[in-house]
């Protein structure tokens, strides 16, 4: 059997929530069919069977085989399916300077979101507000005057961030600020990218997101 058809009658099924994008941008990105299932709040055996360690979303299920951690994924589906649309560049240097970044926006920009996001008191917010405007400043110095963060070619650091682009809006109702007046050039990045077509029919609308903030901060009884 040819590699070609082996890799059309691989089954891969995506358990995730549409806050989520990281994987889905990957996925859509390679041209993959795949299967979607929505699982939060409500925790399926087939997620806590899936991911037994830390019973959380994203998984990728390839061919019954779970990967977990959204970036770890996003490395697999370039591996894998190594053959279209490279997302982490070939040149070992760049590559590691990729994964950095990711690693980056991980780690500060989801820290500081969420200080923004789930604050119990006011100064949680201005605190992680300083602190994500400090951290989008440094990825804008890293973005520069490219396209796409790996130059004209969308890719890896730049799934990294649009799955945090997605939440900007909340950030920004939230942390009463405007991102665009302190990182315009990051905000042109981010409607370029949301041009494409494996991004835009996955970006959730601005309101939604919101909305979905509001929601989770009153089952957590945030005021």
Not at 3 to 17: D, G, H, Q, W
Not at 121 to 126: G, P, T
Not at 166 to 188: D, N, Q, R, V
């Amino acid at each position: 059997m040819s590699s070609s058809i082996k890799k059309m009658a691989e089954k891969v099924t995506l358990l995730s929530f549409w806050p989520s994008m990281f994987c889905v941008f990957a996925l859509e990105e390679k041209g993959l069919s795949y299967e979607y299932r929505e699982d939060l709040p409500n925790k399926t055996p087939l997620l806590t069977e899936m991911n037994s360690i830390h019973k959380k979303i994203p998984i990728l299920i390839h061919n019954g085989k779970p990967i977990c951690e959204s970036l770890i994924i996003v490395e697999y589906i370039d591996d894998v399916w190594s053959d279209r649309a490279q997302l982490l560049p070939s040149d070992p240097y760049e590559k590691a300077q990729a994964r950095f970044w990711a690693d980056f926006v991980d780690k500060k920009v989801y820290g500081a979101g969420g200080k923004i996001t789930w604050h119990r008191y006011k100064h949680e917010a201005a605190e992680g507000k300083k602190e994500l405007i400090e951290n989008l400043k440094v990825l804008e110095g890293v973005l520069g005057d490219k396209s796409y963060f790996g130059g004209e070619t969308f890719g890896y650091l730049d799934i990294a961030l649009l799955g945090f682009y997605m939440w900007f809006p909340a950030y920004e109702t939230f942390g009463s600020f405007s991102i665009e007046a302190e990182c315009p050039k990051l905000i042109a990045w981010g409607r370029r990218c949301s041009q494409r077509e494996s991004v835009s029919k996955c970006l959730a609308e601005p309101n939604k997101m919101v909305d979905v903030v509001v929601r989770f901060r009153r089952m957590f009884g945030l005021k």
